[in-house]
């Protein structure tokens, strides 16, 4: 299953670089403007602390709108031809949601290198990990995204509208763009129960070189905790749609 999906992909890739456009301009248009705000590090780390939010945020897009491909199946009727195979269907879910992460994950690490020159620093076993909690994340939303395009089938706007409704809200609450200190209390709350901003926290501290800080566990829990639960829901949802 994860070959069919690869498969695409990998005869378009640069398709796979177009994508790398948006977080690269977030990089290149806002990363400069950091440089002095009281609550992020001084000039020479500011990268350090602004390039793995956005790798978090490269993942969060990416994989919830992986569920489009899957209305577009959807339409076409090849998914319910999948669906009469004996295939399992958590291999189905697993399968697809592993085809999002291949790509990502070789996207993450050419942002990482391009950033290189700029002043950031690669501490490759913080940044191993950090590309495996990632993949964590990766995998249950990409899974939750498959989820919820079976659930609406065939009202694409149903998609659409509750996948920007969460997605927003999540990535500026979880502090990406600008450290939520610098915020009102309310904000402060919801940016601690905001599961991305344990994520995001731990990829700054292993990116930073720093694997002993307690924090990074919360964070893996958080992304270990996206994938069950984004597999169990997909699967089950899968198996519901097929009976």
Known sequence: MLWRELLPTLHEPWGMLFTMIQPLIFLGLFGPLLTGVPTVPGEASVWQWFVP????????FA???????????????????????PMSRSAMIVGRSLKQIVPLAFQ?????????????????????????????????????SFALALVSAGQDWIFWTVQQ????????????????ESGPGWMKVAS???????????????????????????????ALAFAAVGLWVGTSVIRKAAN
Do not use: W
């Open 53 to 60: 939010g956005i790798l978090v945020m490269l993942i969060l």
């Open 63 to 85: 994989t919830s709108m992986t569920g489009f491909s899957l209305l577009m199946e959807m339409q076409t009727g090849s998914h319910e031809r999948l669906m009469v195979t």
């Open 108 to 144: 993450a690490l050419l942002i990482v290198l391009v950033m290189i020159p700029f002043g950031f620093k690669l501490y490759p076993a913080g940044a191993v990990v950090g590309l495996a909690i990632l993949c964590m994340l990766g995998i249950g939303l990409g899974a939750l």
């Open 165 to 180: 409704t969460l997605v927003f809200p999540l990535i500026v609450l979880s502090g990406v763009f600008l450290p939520i």
């Open 192 to 222: 601690q129960v905001n599961p991305i901003t344990h994520i995001v926290d731990a990829e700054r501290l292993l990116f930073a070189g720093e694997l002993g800080d307690a924090t990074i566990l919360g964070g893996a829990a958080a």
